[in-house]
Nanobody, 122 residues
Framework: QVQPAESGGDSVQSGGSLRLSCAVS????????????VGWFRQASEEEREWVAS???????NYAESVKGRFTISEDNAKNTVYLQMNDLKPEDTARYYC????????????WGQGTQVTVSS
């Protein structure tokens, strides 16, 4: 399975937490790319899709400034899952969240999931 599959979206109140999951096949990704990133992006209504966080298959992580200190990206290789733990959620975090995978050497070509909706009410 190369195309990611997201889950975990929900409606929560401001200050709450959610954990999103992205099912990926680490074996398939390594076979296909050797070195790759798995990333979370989000797209709010009427807005462009924006990058949120990403994790390299060798462990490095990166975060957008808007989520740094509140969101944590991690992976469970045994479960072939990448997580996005989101704490202290704010109404401006409301968006559809997408998981994507791409090769380190070809960042312009991404495989996208269908997304999962996160709604944060004030």
């Amino acid at each position: 399975q190369v195309q990611p599959a997201e889950s975990g979206g929900d409606s929560v109140q401001s200050g709450g937490s959610l954990r999103l999951s992205c099912a990926v096949s680490r074996h398939d990704l390594i076979s296909r790319y050797r070195l790759y990133w798995v990333g979370w992006f989000r797209q709010a209504s009427e807005e462009e899709r924006e990058w949120v966080a990403s994790i390299h298959n060798r462990g490095a992580t990166n975060y957008a400034e808007s989520v740094k200190g509140r969101f944590t990206i991690s992976e469970d290789n045994a479960k072939n899952t990448v997580y996005l733990q989101m704490n202290d959620l704010k109404p401006e975090d409301t968006a559809r969240y997408y998981c994507a995978t791409w090769a380190v050497l070809d960042p312009g070509k991404k495989d996208w999931g269908q997304g999962t909706q996160v709604t944060v009410s004030s």
